[in-house]
């Protein structure tokens, strides 16, 4: 967490916000840093025919390619079938 702030209004925060406004209530808006997706544009860094890939979210947003965010992604799970019971 790197900032936060308290609000009479999360309309404050978010203009386009829908609903009531809740005046009789505080709100806590954390800062968590900056926009993970960005309008990044995410390389594949292989070639990849048509196959479906399981990739980890928070890996998909911060690897450098695609194949960077797969081959972490396996081994995260090759590591928890390794632990023990």
């Known amino acids: 967490m790197e900032d936060y702030r ?4 999360l309309r404050d925060v978010y ?12 709100h806590l808006v954390y800062d968590l840093g900056p926009d993970l997706l960005g309008g ?3 390389p ?4 990849y025919r048509a196959i479906r890939m399981w ?3 928070d890996l998909l947003l911060t690897s450098a390619t695609l194949k960077d965010a797969y081959d972490a992604t396996q081994q995260r799970r090759n590591r928890k079938a390794e632990e023990p019971a």
Do not use: C
Not at 6 to 9: E, K, L, N, Y
Not at 44 to 47: E, H, T
């Open 6 to 9: 308290v609000v009479a209004s």
């Open 15 to 26: 203009p386009d916000l829908p609903g009531s406004d809740d005046v009789d209530r505080q």
């Open 40 to 42: 990044r544009v995410l």
């Open 44 to 47: 594949n860094g292989a070639n």
């Open 55 to 57: 990739v980890a979210f």
